[in-house]
C-alpha cells in the first residue's frame, strides 16, 4: 500500500468514526408529563431519548419533585412542560437545582407547549383566589384534544431539527406519518361518539373541557366546586340535584381521585362513575396518545350505550 493511499483511507476511516459519532448522540429529551413524552417519541423515533418526571397516573399539579429527577435534568438538551402554571407547584426548584442552563425558562432548550395550543378557559378580568388553586392562566388539560397533540409534534419537530440539523428530515417524515395516523384515528374516534353528540356529563376536575369541545359533549357541572378545591357537603348536593333535574348519569374522574364523593352521588341519581384516564400512563396497557383516546372512547361509548 502506498502511503498516500494509506492517508485516504485513514481520512476516510477517521470520517465514518465522526459521522457514527454524530448519529450515535442522541437528544436527551425530559417533559414533565407522560402525554408530551409520548408525542415526543412519535416524532423522535430512535434518535431521542426521552423520559418523563410525572406518571400517568399521578395528579399533574402535584408531583413530588424527586431528587433522582435531578440527575437527568442535567444532561437534559430539551425540556417540554405542558404550562400555564400545571407544573408551578413542583417543576421550578427541579429546574434551578439541576444548574442546566439549556432547560430554564427562556433557555434554548426549554419548550413551553402552551404556547403553541389551543387554550380554553383563559380567566377574563382580574383572577382572584376564588376562582380556585389551579388554573389561573387558563385551562391546562389541553393535550386532551387530537388537535392540540398534532401541534405538540409539531412543535418536537422544529425544537429537534433545531438542536440535531442533521436528522430534520427524519423528523419530518415521522411527523408526516404520524399525522397522517392521527388523522384517521381522530375520524374514528369521532364517528364512535357521533351518536352521542351533545350529551351532558359531569366531571371531577376541568381536566376535559378540550376532550369534550371536541366530541361534543357538554360538562354541566364539577365535584370540586372549584379547581384544586376538594368536595363540599353543600356543593355536593347542588351536583346531584342538577344531575336530577337534566337526567345526567355519567360523572367522569381521574384515577387519582378519591372515589366516595362521586360515589356517592352517582348513587343518589341511579348514575355511573367512569374513571376516564386524562394521560397516557394512567394504566399499565395505554402506552400511547392513540391509546389514549381509544381507551377514553370505549369506555365512554359502552356507558352512555347502558343509558339511551
Ligand atoms: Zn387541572
Not at 110 to 137: F, N, W
Not at 140 to 166: C, M, Q
Not at 243 to 254: C, F, N, P, T, Y
Request: charged share 20%; hydrophobic share 40%.
Amino acid at each position: 500500500m502506498t502511503t498516500h493511499k494509506a492517508i485516504h483511507i485513514a481520512a476516510a476511516l477517521l470520517a465514518s468514526a465522526a459521522i457514527g459519532s454524530i448519529h450515535a448522540a442522541k437528544l436527551n429529551v425530559m417533559t414533565t408529563t407522560e402525554d408530551l413524552a409520548a408525542l415526543a417519541r412519535e416524532v423522535g423515533g430512535d434518535k431521542i431519548n426521552v423520559d418523563s418526571i410525572a406518571k400517568g397516573y399521578q395528579d399533574p399539579h402535584f408531583v413530588e419533585p424527586k431528587p433522582s429527577f435531578l440527575l437527568k435534568l442535567q444532561k437534559a438538551d430539551l425540556l417540554a412542560v405542558v404550562g400555564l402554571q400545571l407544573e408551578i407547584g413542583w417543576l421550578p426548584p427541579l429546574q434551578t437545582q439541576s444548574r442546566n442552563g439549556k432547560i430554564q425558562v427562556g433557555g434554548k432548550g426549554y419548550l413551553d407547549m402552551s404556547q403553541y395550543c389551543q387554550i380554553l378557559e383563559i380567566p377574563q378580568g382580574q383572577v382572584t383566589r376564588a376562582m380556585g388553586d389551579v388554573h389561573p392562566l387558563g385551562n391546562p388539560h389541553y393535550w386532551l384534544d387530537p388537535e392540540n397533540g398534532r401541534r405538540i409534534a409539531k412543535a418536537f419537530v422544529t425544537k429537534f431539527s433545531e438542536a440535531d440539523a442533521g436528522d430534520a428530515a427524519y423528523f419530518q417524515q415521522r411527523y408526516a406519518e404520524f399525522d397522517k395516523r392521527l388523522a384517521g384515528s381522530q375520524k374514528g374516534w369521532e364517528a364512535k361518539l357521533a351518536p352521542y353528540k351533545g350529551r351532558k356529563v359531569i366531571t371531577y376536575h376541568r381536566s376535559w373541557p378540550n376532550f369534550c369541545e371536541r366530541f361534543g359533549l357538554q360538562v354541566v357541572d364539577y365535584v370540586e366546586p372549584r379547581p384544586g378545591i376538594p368536595p363540599s357537603p353543600t356543593h355536593t348536593l347542588e351536583v346531584i340535584n342538577t344531575m336530577k333535574r337534566d337526567g345526567i348519569r355519567l360523572i367522569l374522574v381521574e384515577p387519582y381521585f378519591d372515589l366516595r364523593t362521586p360515589n356517592s352521588i352517582a348513587q343518589a341519581v341511579g348514575g355511573d362513575v367512569a374513571v376516564l384516564l386524562p394521560s397516557v400512563g394512567g394504566k399499565k396497557e395505554v402506552t400511547d396518545y392513540f391509546q389514549l383516546f381509544d381507551y377514553d372512547v370505549n369506555l365512554l361509548v359502552s356507558l352512555f350505550q347502558k343509558y339511551k
